[in-house]
């Protein structure tokens, strides 16, 4: 039979395990790898990045390709014209489709 603190420590050892295991397994995913027909040229590359954004509104898109086509830490950066008159940027990081 066992003791409580045996339990304990076998507990505590199977959560250290599973985080290492996890933790190993996110850091060895890396980005997806892009198709070689997507980035062949610049040309390729941007045709590539239309089809993935293209499409009706509420449509599935493909993130995994989109990230495929950039380094990791990649941003997009479009401007707009602001209410006032003015302009401005959005910093959209490309990896979580988020702003900053």
Do not use: C, K
Not at 10 to 30: F, I, K
Not at 40 to 47: F, L, P, Q, V, Y
Request: no cysteine; net charge negative.
């Amino acid at each position: 039979m066992r003791t409580t603190s045996q339990t304990f420590v076998r507990g505590v050892l199977a959560l250290v395990l599973l985080a290492g295991v996890s933790g190993t397994a996110r850091a060895q995913e890396g980005p997806p790898v892009a198709a070689a027909e997507d980035v062949e040229s610049a040309n390729a590359i941007i045709a590539a990045v239309y089809e993935v954004i293209s499409g009706p509104a509420g449509a599935e898109r493909d993130w995994d390709r989109m990230r495929s086509l950039f380094f990791p830490g990649a941003q997009l950066t479009p401007s707009f014209e602001s209410p006032d008159g003015g302009y401005g940027v959005q910093h959209v990081r490309v990896a979580t489709g988020s702003g900053r």
